[in-house]
C-alpha cells in the first residue's frame, strides 16, 4: 500500500510549489545455496523520488552487514536465514521486509580410507552418506587416487597402485543434490609386500620333512606365516607366527604335491607361494649285523655292520654320544643301545638301532630229557644257546657209544639216535662253542 504525503511549501513573493513525497516498494527475490557459499542479493525495489540507502542485515538482528543494491554473503550454518532488506529515499522515508533464504548443508560422509596400501593389491576406499538433510544427499562421490589414474565414481571403490611411495594424497568430492560440494583429501602410503619364498630338505616316505620360511618382508615385518600341505591323508594345515623359520610335515603317501605358503605382514600386505615337493620311497633297507652277545666285556669285542653300502653314515651310542661315520663300528667292547644313521641312494635318511648284552661265558644245560609226549622237556635245552655263536655237540650212552653229534646245535635232541628212540639211562654230553671259547661236558637222565 503506498502513502503520500503532501508537502505545501509557500515563498514569499512567488508561486507555490508541492513535492510529492511516497514511500519505497521492496523489491527482493531471495536466493538459496550452500554453507560457505557466496549468495549473491539483489535489491529490485523503487521509489518515486530514488533510492537513497540499501542496506542489508543478514542475520535479522538489527545490524548492517553490506550496502549496496548487489551484495554477497556467505553462511556458515545449514538451514532457513533470516534476511532483512532495508530501503532509504531520496526523501528519508524509509522501508524494510524480512525473507527467509534456505541454506544447504554441505555434504557429509563417514569414509573408509587405510592409511597403508599394498603394492599391487586392491586398496578399498568407502564413503557412507551422513546427512540428515533428504531433500540434499549426496548426489555423486568422485574419487582421485593422487597417482595420475583416471576418476572413478561410486561410494565404494578399488584402486591398485602401482609404485611404492611414502605419501600419496587421494581426495573424495562429494556432490549434493544442491549442487553442494565437499572435498576431503588425505595421505596414504603405498608399501611393497613380502615376498613369500620356503624350501625343503629331501622329503622321505615315513620321515619328517622339515620346510623353512625364507620369505622376506616388505616396508613392513611379518606377522603371520601359514603352511596348506596338498597331502590328501594328512589334513594337516599348521600356522606360524612372527618371522621365520621351519615347520616340520610327515608325507603319507609317497608322490609330488605343491604345498602353499601365505605371509602376510604387519599392514595386511600379502604374498603367496606354491612350491612342489617330491616324497621319495627309501630305495634301501637297514639293518645292524653283528654279535648282539659280549662274554667278559673286559676282553670280548665285537663289530657292527650295515647290511647295504650307503651314502653317509654316523655311530650313536644311546642315541647321544657319536661314534664315527665309518662303515663299520669296530672294537665294540661295551653293553648299551647302538645305533646308525645313514642317507641312502635317493637322499632319504634312514636310522636303526640294536642292543649288545653282556652275558656270564658258562653253559648251563639241563641234566634231564622226558621224551614222552606231554609237551615237558621233550628236548635236551642249553640255555642261552641263542647268545652264542656256535655251539658243537656230542652224546655219548654209557659205554661211550656216540649216539648224537652236531657241529650246530639248536636245542633239538630229543632222545633217539637214527630216528629210534633211546632207552631210559644216564648219557653223557660234550660241548664246544669254539669262537666263544667255551666248552663243558655233563651228564644227562633220559626218563619216558
Same mark, same amino acid.
Given at each position: ?14 508561486? +507555490? ?46 545490524? +548492517? ?16 536465514? @533470516? ?44 564413503? &557412507?552418506?551422513?546427512? +540428515? ?25 578399488? %584402486? ?8 600419496? #594424497?587421494?581426495? /573424495? ?35 619328517? &620333512?622339515?620346510? &623353512? ?5 616388505? /616396508? !613392513? ?5 601359514? *603352511? ?16 621365520? $623359520?621351519?615347520?616340520? %610335515?610327515?608325507?603319507?603317501?609317497? $608322490? ?24 621319495? +620311497? ?20 665285537? @663289530? /657292527? ?9 654316523? *655311530? ?20 648299551? !643301545? ?12 634312514? #636310522? ?27 628236548? *635236551? ?8 655263536? !656256535? ?13 648224537? #653229534? ?39 637222565? /633220559?626218563?619216558?
Amino acid at each position: 500500500m503506498r502513502r503520500y504525503i503532501l508537502s505545501i511549501v509557500l515563498i514569499l513573493g512567488g508561486a +507555490i510549489s508541492s513535492i510529492a513525497q511516497t514511500t519505497p516498494t521492496i523489491v527482493f527475490f531471495p536466493p538459496s545455496g550452500c554453507v560457505d557459499a557466496d549468495l549473491t542479493f539483489t535489491s529490485s525495489s523503487f521509489v518515486a523520488d530514488g533510492i537513497q540507502d540499501t542496506e542489508w542485515d543478514f542475520d535479522n538482528n538489527g545490524t +548492517i552487514d553490506a550496502t549496496g543494491l548487489t551484495v554477497t554473503n556467505p553462511f556458515t550454518n545449514s538451514g532457513p536465514q @533470516s534476511v532483512r532488506l532495508t530501503v532509504t529515499s531520496n526523501a528519508g522515508i524509509t522501508n524494510s521486509t524480512v525473507a527467509t533464504v534456505l541454506v544447504y548443508p554441505n555434504p557429509s560422509a563417514a569414509i573408509s580410507i587405510p592409511t597403508v596400501g599394498c603394492l599391487e593389491a586392491n586398496v578399498a576406499f568407502t564413503a &557412507t552418506d551422513t546427512l +540428515i538433510f533428504d531433500y540434499n544427499d549426496i548426489a555423486t562421490f568422485s574419487w582421485d587416487f593422487g597417482d595420475g589414474s583416471p576418476v572413478l565414481t561410486g561410494s565404494s571403490v578399488s %584402486h591398485t597402485y602401482t609404485t611404492v611411495t611414502t605419501g600419496v #594424497s587421494p581426495s /573424495l568430492t562429494m556432490t549434493s543434490n544442491e549442487a553442494c560440494i565437499t572435498v576431503e583429501t588425505f595421505t596414504l602410503s603405498v608399501n611393497n609386500g613380502p615376498l613369500a619364498a620356503f624350501t625343503s630338505n629331501i622329503a622321505c616316505l615315513g620321515d619328517s &620333512t622339515y620346510l &623353512t620360511n625364507t620369505s622376506t618382508p616388505g /616396508l !613392513s615385518p611379518l606377522a603371520t606365516s601359514t *603352511w596348506y600341505f596338498n597331502d590328501p591323508l594328512s589334513d594337516d594345515n599348521t600356522s606360524m607366527e612372527i618371522g621365520t $623359520g621351519s615347520v616340520v %610335515h610327515e608325507y603319507l603317501n609317497a $608322490g609330488t604335491y605343491g604345498d602353499t605358503l601365505i605371509v602376510i605382514d604387519e599392514v595386511g600386505c600379502i604374498d603367496t607361494v606354491i612350491n612342489t615337493v617330491t616324497v621319495e +620311497i627309501p630305495l634301501q633297507a637297514l639293518a645292524i649285523s653283528g654279535n648282539t652277545t659280549l662274554f667278559d666285556l673286559e676282553s670280548s669285542l665285537t @663289530s /657292527l655292520s650295515t647290511t647295504e653300502s650307503f651314502t653317509s653314515y654316523a *655311530w650313536y651310542k644311546s642315541d647321544s654320544i657319536y661314534l664315527g661315520s665309518s662303515t663299520i663300528l669296530e672294537n665294540v667292547m661295551d653293553s648299551g !643301545s647302538y645305533s646308525v644313521s645313514v642317507l641312502d641312494g635317493s637322499g632319504c635318511s634312514l #636310522s636303526t638301532s640294536i642292543y649288545i648284552t653282556e652275558i656270564s661265558a658258562t653253559l648251563s644245560a639241563k641234566n634231564i630229557i622226558t621224551p614222552n609226549g606231554d609237551g615237558k622237556n621233550e628236548v *635236551w635245552i642249553i640255555d642261552d644257546l641263542a647268545s652264542f655263536t !656256535s655251539c658243537e655237540v656230542q652224546i655219548f650212552n654209557r659205554w661211550g657209544k656216540n649216539v648224537y #653229534s652236531e657241529d650246530i646245535y639248536n636245542n633239538s635232541w630229543n632222545g633217539t639216535f637214527e630216528g629210534n628212540p633211546l632207552p631210559e639211562g644216564v648219557y653223557f654230553y660234550t660241548v664246544n662253542c669254539p669262537t666263544e671259547e667255551i666248552s663243558g661236558t655233563g651228564s644227562i637222565t /633220559l626218563l619216558r
